[in-house]
């Protein structure tokens, strides 16, 4: 900044931020709001205009949302997007300045020292960024000032720019809540007749700080430039990609999966400064003809020990065709996960995880991660639901299930076997073999979930019995007293 510049900051404000970022993909001309769980009870997140307007607030409950307006459409919040857009629109505000830094969770702001000129001056600058976001589909509002504190507080509570070293003129207007302060003290400022701003440059400073604590002046001092305020830039998320340009080209594998040894290496270093692992790796081969040919491996689990990656390549690498020699390679993790730092004891072996995540990402290199499955348990009581099938590569095993009666270890679709009564029957067919029941455990009675619709549950209840047959085979019976009828849908080890 050259001698006698003054500082200035702009401070955009996204209001409606998480529901902007929802109806701009999917428009809904009715009252829109998301929702979010806080101590047991769904409530308003984030609200579009026709919500507000129908009389709905932040904070209020579902149940008593919908009942003021019915036409309420609702979706869950996902503050976790919010936090991705906000990153992606912190790049976009960079055509105004390099000095981007985020604001809470709906809110940038910009050191725009020596750039306003670069798009007219201040008012033209402000009113691209209106428009741009007008296009976008977001709600903008924009404060600039020559301090962050008098900047937001002009962005919150009333639009407009502040001349450089008129920020009192400026802030005065304005509530006390405008200073960023605990809503405890503005309740209290406002208590004692000190509603604006304004008001507090006009009271002693003294009986203030005895009241409120440091904080109130502190906050008064940073809006007006005689107290720092420190502006910190986002930083930019770390890159992990790494290029080696060969002096003569390559094609033997060897060669190959030597070069990208040397390339695994610092990048497994990076990851591991940043405490982060690999979950997709990226191998790029560039042939003399310029043609590029990719290698992708994706892992089951965050890795960074290049011992262990490194093997998984050379199925890739072998089916790659060189060409004439390839003189470039450039390996990148597109895709990485947290992964925390484990000590290991001297002469430690692997752990089971860890060898398991390997296994999988081998069969996963043949068939697909997406092919490899396992049972994680599901809250029903319904056998048929009390499981769920997922990719093992992107879950975690969840414990087993807690269920004090024993479940058979193949489940089936439901065969009906002739049976009276509602015991088992002594004698049955099943599978076109005749059994005879030598021992019966039960019964188990289930009942139907009533708020799901299931075709297969609409005989009622079921009472379930573990019948061990003279034959040798271990089934699960149940019969359905409301129909009278017996099933076999599981057979035991």
Not at 162 to 183: F, K, Q, T
Not at 221 to 237: F, I, K, M, R
Not at 430 to 446: D, N, V, Y
Request: hydrophobic share 45%.
């Amino acid at each position: 900044m050259s001698v006698g510049m003054k500082k200035r900051v702009i401070s955009m404000w996204f209001p409606r931020l998480a529901s902007d970022r929802v109806l701009r993909t999917c428009p809904v001309e009715a009252p829109f709001a998301l929702t979010l769980k806080e101590q047991n009870a769904e409530r308003l997140y984030c609200l579009n205009i026709r919500a507000e307007q129908a009389g709905l607030h932040r904070g209020m409950s579902l149940a008593d949302a919908r009942a003021f307006c019915p036409d309420l459409v609702s979706r869950p919040a996902r503050p976790d997007l919010d936090a991705r857009f906000l990153t992606a629109l912190s790049r976009w505000a960079r055509l105004y300045s390099p000095w981007v830094g985020v604001e809470s969770m709906d809110g940038l702001v910009l050191d725009i020292t020596g750039t306003p000129h670069l798009f007219g001056g201040e008012a033209a600058m402000l009113a691209d960024m209106r428009a741009r976001a007008a296009r976008a589909g977001l709600e903008l509002r924009l404060g600039l000032a020559g301090t962050r504190g008098a900047a937001w507080a002009l962005a919150h509570y009333g639009e407009g720019i502040a001349l450089p070293g008129d920020e009192g003129a400026a802030l005065s207007p304005l509530p006390v809540a405008a200073l960023r302060l605990e809503a405890e003290v503005s309740t209290g400022l406002e208590r004692l007749g000190l509603r604006r701003i304004g008001d507090l440059l006009a009271t002693a400073r003294a009986p203030l700080s005895r009241r409120f604590g440091p904080d109130l002046l502190m906050r008064l001092d940073q809006a007006l430039g005689e107290a720092p305020e420190a502006l910190s830039p986002l930083a930019e998320p770390p890159h992990y990609g790494l290029r080696l340009t060969l002096p003569e080209p390559i094609g033997l594998v060897a060669d190959v999966m030597a070069a990208t040894a040397r390339l695994l290496g610092p990048l497994c270093e990076r990851l591991k400064a940043n405490g982060a692992g690999a979950r997709r790796l990226q191998l790029t081969l560039r042939r003399v003809d310029q043609a590029s040919r990719q290698v992708e491996l994706r892992l089951a689990g965050p890795m960074r020990e290049p011992a262990r990656i490194l093997p998984l390549f050379e199925r890739g690498i072998a089916e790659v065709d060189a060409g004439y020699g390839i003189d470039q390679i450039r390996l990148e993790a597109v895709a990485v996960e947290p992964l925390a730092a484990q000590q290991i004891a001297i002469g430690e072996a692997r752990h089971e995880p860890e060898r398991l995540d390997d296994l999988i990402t081998r069969i996963g290199t043949r068939i697909g991660l997406e092919n490899i499955r396992r049972f994680l348990p599901a809250d029903s009581h319904i056998p048929e639901r009390a499981f769920t099938l997922a990719p093992a590569a992107f879950s975690r095993p969840e414990g087993g299930w807690l269920n004090p009666r024993p479940r058979p270890l193949s489940l089936f679709a439901p065969e009906p076997i002739t049976g009276r009564g509602n015991r088992p029957p002594d004698r049955f067919r099943w599978r076109r073999m005749a059994l005879t029941t030598g021992q019966a455990t039960g019964p188990e009675r289930i009942a139907p979930e009533w708020w799901l619709e299931d075709e297969g549950w609409r005989t009622g209840l079921r009472d379930y019995w573990k019948v061990d047959t003279r034959e040798g085979r271990r089934l699960w019976l149940f019969h359905t007293p409301e129909n009278p009828g017996w099933f076999v849908q599981g057979e035991f080890a």
